[in-house]
């Protein structure tokens, strides 16, 4: 728990966590009932991702299967109008010459023509290269080249020059928009219409379900990207795993925007096949919050950091409206019945969720860890957050937290079918259907042993049989007075209690204490600039932001351990990017690319 300190004298946080994993049991699984439901499911299990696919269209063909904005506000497709897309991208594919488990990458921004893609090259017999649109030259050079790909989607004429450089290994590129002049080039209404649909059929009774569906590639924090081999039955268990827990229905109503090319993404096309709801897709992220007026979803997928801004933008406010919400969270903290919580939530808390669009049931949260107090204020005012864990090389959804029953604090329990297991030094342990068959053209190592996956992650199982994660095995910090700490714990409740915070790296191994880098959320910090009649250029500089910034830190230091406070803290002129190499493409920090490169900064924090 924040600020209790579980190592005792002479102990480390992370020895203090593996003792307590041992004195408890050393594997979690899922409710007994999911696993009955799992097993019952998979009696009928298809060959392969692409015919579970065709087969949910063939179940409910004129249901909505997407929506996707138009002019005219939201256009509707059926599952059959899908598969007839997906059917003639496939068809167009095998005229190409595309063989079995050749690798086709697809570049693009979430939209349904990146789902029909992948569908299509799955049925086609090939496997889905997922590429970042916002990866550097370097980057995708790289994937393509390591994946061998010989096709590729990409969204516009823009980013083909990314995808068609000097030696590349792509024959034929499918440009989503526009036209291009390169005769290697075809325009994706190209595609549809260049083969005949009949062979596509073969083409999916073919593919079996050890073959291979997906390359995706690890955001690299500590180097190259790695290609996560993904079969097709770990997708179709993941769909089946996930419809057994129940907590989907074929009347619910998905708002994605997450990027495809992410296992979560993926993850997330798979529960929708299997349990049959729509999804309604933009990845114009600047426009969430009014396509959730317009759209009215049920459940929406997101990361940490939409949550954060939430909260933080909310904790910062003040007046009649702050004291109006303080009171009404109150009353439902304390009883969740009666007239008070009534009058609290039809004049409040209904207010809240109508900004949400007024009918969603839970919120998924992955990518990174979530505060406790965030998720915990969320539920309060009735709109859940089930907070989720998983690895690419474990297809992204491998633990999750029941919506109507979660465990603040942790991930919750595995899906059916997985087992968690803490090792003796800590690390969380994973095995079950949904696990990579292995990395791409090199050696899994220590990755995969005897069926585990070793996550490099630092965990124990609570009491109640759901997982709490730590931190990552390779980023605890070591003080030069020889205790650990945790970075990511700290990072993340910084960003909930401090709006101006955008990213933030904690510091300290082998040094005497702990410090911090933090780079500002550009929306807050030009706010705060004009609340204060500052230049927006010299706001990271100015006295007045480095006082209230501190204010927040001693706030968290309030709740942490002596060790574990942030002595001194630098604020960075400008925002750590995906760009500059910072950044992953799941915005994960790459910490040893920023200690490098801010490594003067840092050293000034302690002199």
Same mark, same amino acid.
């Given at each position: 728990?924040?600020? @209790?300190?579980?190592?005792?004298?002479?102990?480390?946080?992370?020895?203090?966590?593996?003792?307590?994993?041992?004195?408890?049991?050393?594997?979690?699984?899922?409710?007994?009932?999911?696993?009955?439901?799992?097993?019952?499911? !998979?009696?009928?299990?298809?060959? /392969?991702?692409?015919?579970?696919?065709? !087969?949910?269209?063939?179940?409910?063909?004129?249901?909505?299967?997407?929506?996707?904005?138009?002019?005219?506000?939201?256009?509707?497709?059926?599952?059959?109008?899908?598969?007839?897309?997906?059917?003639?991208?496939?068809?167009?594919? $095998? *005229? $190409?010459?595309?063989?079995?488990?050749?690798?086709?990458?697809?570049?693009?921004?979430?939209?349904?023509?990146?789902?029909? *893609?992948?569908?299509?090259?799955?049925?086609? &017999?090939? *496997?889905?290269?997922?590429?970042?649109?916002?990866?550097?030259?370097?980057?995708?050079?790289?994937?393509?080249?390591?994946?061998?790909?010989?096709? *590729?989607?990409?969204?516009?004429?823009?980013?083909?020059?990314?995808?068609?450089?000097?030696?590349?290994?792509?024959?034929?590129?499918?440009?989503?928009?526009?036209?291009?002049?390169?005769?290697?080039?075809?325009?994706?209404?190209?595609?549809?219409?260049?083969?005949?649909?009949?062979?596509?059929?073969?083409?999916?009774?073919?593919?079996?379900?050890?073959?291979?569906?997906?390359?995706?590639?690890?955001?690299?924090?500590? &180097?190259?990207? @790695?290609?996560?081999?993904?079969?097709?039955?770990?997708?179709?268990?993941?769909?089946?795993?996930?419809?057994?827990?129940?907590?989907?229905?074929?009347?619910?109503?998905?708002?994605?925007?997450?990027?495809?090319?992410?296992?979560?993404?993926?993850?997330? $096309?798979?529960?929708?096949?299997?349990?049959?709801?729509?999804?309604?897709?933009?990845?114009?992220?600047?426009?969430?919050?009014?396509?959730?007026?317009?759209?009215?979803?049920?459940?929406?997928?997101?990361?940490?950091?939409?949550?954060?801004?939430?909260?933080?933008?909310?904790?910062?406010?003040?007046?009649?409206?702050? @004291?109006?919400?303080?009171?009404?969270?109150? +009353?439902?903290?304390?009883?969740?019945?009666?007239?008070?919580?009534?009058?609290?939530?039809?004049? +409040?808390?209904?207010?809240?969720?109508?900004?949400?669009?007024?009918?969603?049931?839970?919120? =998924?949260?992955?990518?990174?860890?979530?505060?406790?107090?965030?998720?915990?204020?969320?539920?309060?005012?009735?709109? %859940? =957050?089930?907070? &989720?864990?998983?690895?690419?090389?474990?297809?992204?959804?491998?633990?999750?937290?029941? %919506?109507?029953?979660?465990?603040?604090?942790?991930?919750?329990?595995?899906? %059916?079918?997985?087992?968690?297991?803490?090792? !003796?030094?800590?690390?969380?342990?994973?095995?079950?259907?949904?696990?990579?068959?292995?990395?791409?053209?090199?050696?899994?190592?220590?990755?995969?042993?005897?069926?585990?996956?070793?996550?490099?992650?630092?965990?124990?199982?609570?009491?109640?049989?759901?997982?709490?994660?730590?931190?990552?095995?390779?980023?605890?910090?070591?003080?030069?007075?020889?205790?650990?700490?945790?970075?990511?714990?700290?990072?993340?409740?910084? @960003?909930? =209690?401090?709006?101006?915070?955008?990213?933030?790296?904690?510091?300290?191994?082998?040094?005497?204490?702990?410090?911090?880098?933090?780079?500002?959320?550009?929306?807050?910090?030009?706010?705060?600039?004009?609340?204060?009649?500052?230049?927006?250029?010299?706001?990271?500089?100015?006295?007045? $932001?480095?006082? +209230?910034?501190?204010?927040?830190?001693?706030?968290?230091?309030?709740?942490?351990? %002596?060790?574990?406070? =942030?002595?001194?803290?630098?604020?960075?002129?400008?925002?750590?990017?995906?760009?500059?190499?910072?950044?992953?493409? /799941?915005?994960?920090?790459?910490?040893?690319?920023?200690?490098?490169?801010?490594?003067? +900064?840092?050293?000034?924090?302690?002199?």
């Amino acid at each position: 728990m924040p600020g @209790k300190d579980l190592s005792g004298d002479g102990e480390t946080a992370w020895e203090g966590g593996r003792n307590m994993a041992e004195r408890m049991t050393q594997t979690c699984t899922a409710p007994a009932g999911e696993e009955a439901t799992l097993a019952r499911l !998979q009696e009928h299990e298809p060959e /392969s991702f692409g015919a579970m696919f065709l !087969q949910r269209a063939a179940q409910t063909p004129e249901s909505i299967a997407y929506l996707r904005p138009g002019p005219d506000g939201w256009v509707g497709q059926t599952w059959a109008q899908t598969a007839r897309a997906v059917t003639e991208i496939a068809a167009g594919l $095998l *005229a $190409l010459g595309l063989r079995p488990e050749d690798r086709v990458a697809i570049m693009s921004g979430t939209r349904v023509e990146w789902i029909e *893609a992948d569908f299509g090259v799955m049925c086609a &017999g090939g *496997a889905t290269t997922t590429v970042y649109p916002s990866s550097s030259p370097d980057e995708v050079a790289h994937i393509v080249t390591d994946s061998g790909s010989r096709f *590729a989607v990409v969204e516009s004429p823009d980013s083909l020059s990314k995808i068609l450089f000097p030696g590349t290994t792509v024959e034929r590129a499918v440009l989503i928009t526009g036209a291009s002049d390169d005769p290697r080039v075809l325009t994706l209404a190209e595609l549809r219409e260049l083969g005949t649909t009949e062979p596509v059929g073969a083409a999916v009774a073919a593919v079996r379900p050890d073959d291979l569906a997906t390359l995706i590639y690890t955001s690299g924090t500590t &180097g190259l990207p @790695k290609g996560v081999r993904v079969a097709h039955r770990a997708w179709i268990y993941q769909g089946l795993a996930i419809q057994a827990m129940g907590i989907v229905h074929p009347e619910d109503l998905g708002y994605l925007w997450l990027p495809l090319s992410h296992a979560f993404g993926k993850a997330l $096309l798979s529960c929708q096949i299997s349990a049959g709801f729509p999804f309604a897709v933009d990845g114009d992220v600047s426009r969430i919050v009014q396509r959730l007026g317009e759209v009215q979803p049920t459940i929406m997928p997101a990361v940490p950091r939409i949550f954060e801004k939430v909260y933080a933008a909310v904790s910062a406010a003040d007046g009649v409206q702050k @004291k109006l919400l303080d009171w009404a969270v109150k +009353v439902a903290e304390q009883r969740r019945s009666g007239l008070r919580f009534r009058i609290a939530d039809r004049l +409040v808390l209904a207010r809240v969720r109508a900004r949400f669009g007024g009918r969603m049931r839970f919120f =998924i949260s992955g990518a990174a860890a979530l505060s406790p107090d965030i998720a915990r204020w969320f539920g309060t005012i009735g709109l %859940p =957050i089930a907070e &989720g864990y998983g690895l690419t090389e474990s297809c992204a959804t491998t633990v999750f937290n029941r %919506p109507d029953r979660p465990e603040y604090g942790t991930v919750g329990r595995p899906l %059916p079918g997985t087992s968690v297991r803490i090792a !003796q030094d800590g690390e969380i342990l994973l095995r079950g259907p949904g696990l990579m068959q292995g990395y791409h053209g090199i050696d899994s190592g220590s990755a995969l042993v005897d069926g585990w996956l070793h996550t490099g992650d630092i965990g124990e199982i609570t009491p109640g049989g759901s997982l709490r994660i730590t931190d990552r095995k390779k980023d605890l910090i070591k003080t030069s007075n020889g205790k650990y700490v945790a970075p990511q714990t700290l990072e993340s409740r910084f @960003k909930a =209690i401090c709006p101006l915070a955008g990213q933030v790296m904690v510091h300290g191994e082998k040094r005497k204490y702990i410090t911090a880098l933090i780079d500002l959320d550009p929306d807050e910090a030009a706010k705060f600039a004009a609340a204060h009649g500052l230049d927006a250029s010299s706001v990271a500089r100015s006295a007045e $932001l480095r006082t +209230v910034l501190q204010s927040h830190v001693d706030r968290l230091n309030a709740t942490l351990n %002596p060790w574990e406070t =942030i002595k001194r803290f630098a604020v960075l002129d400008e925002p750590l990017s995906i760009e500059n190499g910072e950044l992953t493409t /799941s915005l994960k920090l790459r910490r040893r690319v920023i200690e490098e490169r801010y490594g003067p +900064v840092l050293d000034d924090l302690y002199a």
